[in-house]
């Protein structure tokens, strides 16, 4: 598995948690992340940083728990005490915190996808749980009467409902 490819593929994902909620977003807990996009954002971050019970307080300095979102404790959240994973952490927490700073600045937004990437290559078996995370690459899904699944970008339009009418300009 090419873990490049995983931190690219939850970029989305992270950034849009960052934007949510800022360099406090490792602080949220599991019921505030609970929103589609951001909460899996949430989510990811905080499996793959930890969790800190103070905003900008890196896990493992006495401030946070250092538990993913199951409760486990140290399950692949850095408990390993390895020192360059401990590094990577913490730049990941410092990534976070200057995303937040400047919101979807192309270059905070890669130091942020590297951060995740070191942390990924360090742990192959928490990158495989982020992989599971995010969904095999192109897999869509929908359920239910008139559902529509997508699978990548529509420029077109998708109507599900009775009796419309579609204008186009003129």
């Known amino acids: 598995m090419d873990v490049a490819v995983v931190a690219g593929e939850v970029m989305p994902y992270v950034s849009a948690?960052?934007?949510?909620?800022?360099?406090?977003?490792?602080?949220?807990?599991?019921?505030?992340a609970a929103q589609s996009t951001?909460?899996?954002?949430?989510?990811?971050?905080?499996?793959?940083?930890?969790?800190?019970?103070t905003p900008g307080a890196a896990p493992g300095d006495g401030t946070g728990d250092g538990t993913p979102d199951d409760g486990t404790p140290g399950?692949?959240?850095?408990?390993?005490?390895?020192?360059?994973?401990?590094?990577?952490?913490?730049?990941?927490?410092?990534?976070?915190?200057?995303?937040?700073?400047?919101?979807?600045?192309?270059?905070?937004?890669?130091?942020?996808?590297?951060?995740?990437?070191?942390v990924l290559e360090a742990e192959p078996e928490l990158a495989r749980e982020i992989r599971a995370m995010v969904?095999?690459?192109?897999?869509?899904?929908?359920?239910?009467?008139?559902?529509?699944?997508?699978?990548?970008?529509?420029?077109?339009l998708v109507v599900t409902g009775d009796d419309v009418k579609v204008e186009y300009p003129r």
């Open 17 to 32: 948690a960052v934007g949510a909620y800022g360099a406090a977003v490792l602080a949220k807990t599991q019921e505030a």
């Open 75 to 118: 399950a692949g959240t850095g408990a390993g005490s390895d020192a360059g994973t401990d590094a990577g952490r913490r730049a990941g927490v410092a990534a976070i915190e200057e995303l937040a700073a400047h919101p979807g600045d192309a270059d905070y937004v890669a130091a942020l996808r590297l951060a995740i990437r070191r």
């Open 135 to 156: 969904g095999a690459p192109g897999s869509v899904t929908a359920s239910g009467e008139r559902s529509v699944a997508i699978g990548g970008s529509n420029a077109g």
């Open 38 to 53: 951001v909460g899996l954002g949430t989510r990811i971050l905080q499996r793959v940083f930890g969790r800190s019970e």
